[in-house]
């Protein structure tokens, strides 16, 4: 009898430390991902296991662009405090993209339920948000004047992506010019690409983006992208309008093209996940009423893509490569609020003809094509 | 799968491809998650390019890479020194598909593919084979062999003073290119993967070079063209398939 009571002390000794320590241990586990550079740090406890209790955590990191590193380094953080059952959500601008686990080392992905979804969308604040400054450099270079064979234009875009709604942000900077001998834009600071972005999952793997501004590429006007993009498969479609003027800066003014012009494109994009490669089909019409389609292939590094292309159109053709690289060093400044970096997500394209522009579009930096791709959770365990 | 061959340098010739001096070679390296930058420089008796028979001293500017286990990209920039008002030079781009490998059947078999662009003047169709034989466990040897096609498919320059005619058969030499028009061979031999000796006749000349790699990643070679020509080349691998530091690292 003796022996009974002492066990159900220790055990009810046990239950209530563990349920006092339990809130404040989430606390530790939140600040020591706010510190490792994630924001939106929702935690949810949901159920109480055999040992211990399993939590559902929401996360979204800026500064690492690949969604398979996010989860390693928040589970890496997550089970060296202690904390053996989690599952982790994945948030783009604060809207859950998936859910995943890790098991025996592999991570398993689902769609997250209604429930849960509306549980960590409550809990969301746009304060969750560090002012997330990044430095990005913007160089265009034409090749292929025989006197001055390497023209350019570079700049150094200074901004973020600051959001003010679930789903919606606002993406601004400034850009400073180093040096151009490529065209007529004058020399002073400027406003950077600025404009409102609206992203969300209506539906599951239904995902849609709409944007409007002025972008980068010079373009101004609206840029509305819907995907098809389902969590298991390989196969993702998108389609893509937009109606865009051109836009520049000459000395102390903004230039702003009042005729507008069409973009709608319909891509395929199919995943080879064992070589990580994508292959890609677009078609419709692109920029200066140019149809034709486009053939990419992108190789899906840890942090790294390149790409090759080619491309068909009315106008001509042209093939070339594109890649995307982060930026060193990364982290530069991190406090509670701010964070100064550099691009985690530089990209940059080389076409082979300059001679007029063939199959162009505009703002691929921030498409949702390019931002869903490394969402694929095919690739997770890949790397 | 990334670290398991440890990250093993190739010997690679003057155009940045698995190779000797200027022959390149079949043989299958493991890793693939990386992205090799090579420069080179080739005198003017032994040019390469010749831009439309424009002889002069050249520099190579190149870039390979291997997305696929059975093929590698390779990206070539010629600039001719002496040659004026030629922009940024020669644009190559041509295919490696390794077709064969010496674990499943015995050899390597490799062909390079030259897609037709009508850009440059180093396009190139060949095939060729080795084999790699063991001597101990840090030396070994490895004969290659191959044939490179005389011609090649495209159209007739404007300053060959014809109409055009569409594309067709046309002989390399008419171009002022000799590069692998024939047969071509050479032995590697290769020390712990860091020091390589190589020999080869290129279908012009015999050549030799030896190599040392280091820190894993930078190659340095010096070439002996024709017993007569000293030249150099560098190259560096980026492994691209690496953790960034910052990303899995982090501090309580």
Do not use: C
Request: glycine fraction near 6%.
């Amino acid at each position: 009898m003796l022996n009974f009571m002492n066990k159900f002390l220790i055990i009810f000794i046990l239950f209530f430390s563990h349920f006092a320590a339990n809130a404040q241990d989430v606390d530790k586990l939140k600040s020591a991902l706010q510190s490792a550079g994630f924001e939106q740090v929702i935690v949810l406890p949901v159920s109480l296991l055999d040992d211990g209790r399993l939590y559902l955590i929401g996360i979204e990191h800026r500064g690492i662009n690949n969604p398979a590193e996010v989860l390693i380094l928040a589970n890496s953080i997550s089970t060296s405090m202690g904390f053996l059952h989690t599952k982790f959500t994945l948030f783009y601008k604060g809207q859950v993209i998936h859910q995943s686990e890790f098991n025996n080392g592999t991570i398993v992905s689902s769609n997250l339920s209604d429930t849960y979804s509306r549980d960590f969308y409550q809990k969301f604040s746009p304060r969750n948000y560090r002012l997330n400054t990044f430095i990005d450099p913007e160089i265009q270079i034409r090749f292929g004047n025989f006197i001055n064979p390497i023209q350019s234009k570079t700049s150094l875009f200074i901004g973020s992506d600051i959001v003010l709604a679930r789903g919606f942000s606002l993406f601004t900077g400034i850009a400073i010019p180093i040096q151009n001998d490529l065209d007529s834009e004058s020399n002073n600071v400027k406003l950077g690409s600025s404009y409102f972005d609206y992203f969300t999952q209506f539906l599951t793997n239904h995902y849609a983006q709409l944007s409007a501004g002025m972008f980068y590429d010079d373009r101004y006007g609206v840029d509305l992208e819907y995907r098809y993009f389902p969590n298991h498969a390989n196969l993702s479609v998108g389609l893509r309008y937009a109606k865009t003027g051109f836009y520049y800066f000459p000395e102390n003014a903004v230039f702003f093209e009042s005729k507008f012009e069409n973009l709608y494109l319909i891509n395929f994009e199919y995943l080879f996940p064992k070589d990580r490669i994508n292959v890609s089909l677009e078609f419709g019409q692109f920029l200066n009423k140019d149809t034709g389609l486009k053939l990419l292939f992108i190789k899906q590094y840890k942090n790294i893509e390149v790409g090759f292309f080619s491309t068909v159109t009315q106008t001509g053709r042209t093939a070339g490569f594109n890649f995307m690289v982060p930026l060193i060093p990364g982290k530069i400044i991190r406090t509670r609020n701010f964070e100064f970096r550099t691009n985690d997500s530089f990209r940059w394209e080389y076409s082979y003809s300059n001679e007029g522009e063939i199959g162009r579009d505009f703002n691929a930096k921030k498409s949702l094509r390019n931002t869903l791709r490394r969402f694929n959770s095919n690739l997770y365990n890949r790397y | 799968m990334l670290f398991m061959s440890g990250n093993v340098f190739s010997q690679t010739n003057f155009f940045g491809k698995p190779g000797l001096v200027r022959i390149p070679k079949p043989s299958f390296n493991e890793d693939r998650d990386n992205v090799l930058f090579n420069f080179s420089y080739m005198p003017r008796e032994y040019s390469v390019n010749n831009f439309m028979n424009r002889r002069s001293e050249e520099l190579f500017y190149s870039l390979n890479l291997r997305p696929i286990n059975w093929l590698s990209v390779n990206l070539v920039i010629t600039r001719p020194i002496d040659v004026p008002r030629i922009g940024i030079g020669d644009r190559h781009l041509d295919f490696q598909f390794y077709v064969l490998n010496q674990k499943r059947y015995g050899i390597n078999l490799s062909m390079i593919l030259s897609p037709t662009l009508d850009a440059s003047f180093i396009d190139h169709n060949s095939v060729f084979i080795s084999r790699e034989i063991k001597l101990s466990k840090t030396l070994s040897f490895e004969p290659v062999f191959g044939y490179g096609l005389k011609a090649n498919y495209r159209k007739r320059t404007k300053s060959m003073r014809y109409e055009d005619d569409g594309y067709q058969w046309i002989k390399k030499s008419k171009f002022g290119n000799y590069y692998l028009s024939g047969f071509f061979g050479g032995i590697s031999i290769n020390a712990k993967d860091k020091v390589f000796f190589s020999a080869e006749y290129d279908t012009q000349y015999i050549n030799l070079s030896s190599s040392v790699t280091l820190f894993k990643k930078l190659n340095l070679k010096a070439m002996y063209l024709d017993f007569t020509q000293l030249t150099g080349q560098v190259s560096y691998t980026i492994f691209l398939d690496k953790s960034l530091k910052r990303n899995v690292k982090f501090h309580e």
